[in-house]
């Protein structure tokens, strides 16, 4: 019997080690080599280096002059990652729809669309996490006129922006063609190197 202890007790220590601690920091070694960028959280900087955000987590863009981001349920203000999560709303939930409904009379108001304009779903609901750092091309399309005038930037330029910012379906199949808010506003602010910061 002691010898069966002995034994597991042993193999506990070892497998802890290698699969607790070797594995895990070779797994790490093994991504910074070969996706440094992405191992370390796809950080995005400006240009004196400073991390300005993640390509992966979405950010409380409010000002006129920045494509705004989909709602978040995360935190307080939103986009908390330490708070990620939706709102568990249901689909018979009253406080859901009138949220949804507040949701959608601000966003016509702001990019001044009439009362009968179809809105994307990501343009009035969060998603799961609350951090989704994207929004649809017919949710960007929709704030883009909104970001001209604010910026004084031709149409054809914000639009032109918001291609370039565009990331296609993975394969061809997978997935959404979808903008990454932060990166477009980035890209924003370099077509328009006087504007502040968000």
């Known amino acids: ?3 069966q202890i002995r034994i597991t007790v042993v193999v506990l220590f070892v497998m802890t080690l290698i699969l607790g601690i070797g594995y895990p920091l070779f797994m790490c070694g093994v991504g910074k080599a070969l ?35 989909r709602p978040s ?3 307080v203000k939103g986009y908390d990652a330490m708070a990620s999560g939706g709102s568990n709303l ?10 949804l409904q507040a949701r959608t009379e601000a966003y016509r108001l702001e990019n001044n669309l009439s009362p009968d304009q179809l809105l994307p779903a990501d343009a009035i609901t969060a998603s799961a996490s609350g ?3 994207h929004v ?22 914000v639009e032109r922006l918001i291609r370039k910012a565009t990331n296609r379906r993975w394969l061809g199949i997978f997935g959404e ?19 502040e910061g968000q």
């Open 1 to 3: 019997m002691k010898e």
């Open 35 to 69: 996706f440094p960028g992405r191992a370390s959280g796809s950080l995005l900087r400006d240009s004196s280096g400073q991390v300005i955000g993640s390509k992966l987590i979405g950010q409380n863009f409010s000002e006129a002059r920045y494509f705004h981001p």
């Open 73 to 75: 349920n995360a935190g």
């Open 90 to 99: 249901g689909p018979t939930s009253k406080k859901l729809m009138e949220l």
């Open 131 to 133: 951090l989704d750092p």
């Open 136 to 157: 649809s091309l017919d949710n960007a399309h929709l704030q883009a006129p909104r970001i001209a005038a604010q910026r004084n930037l031709p149409l054809a330029v």
């Open 177 to 195: 063609t979808h903008v990454n808010v932060l990166i477009l506003n980035l890209e924003l602010d370099q077509a328009t190197p006087h504007s």
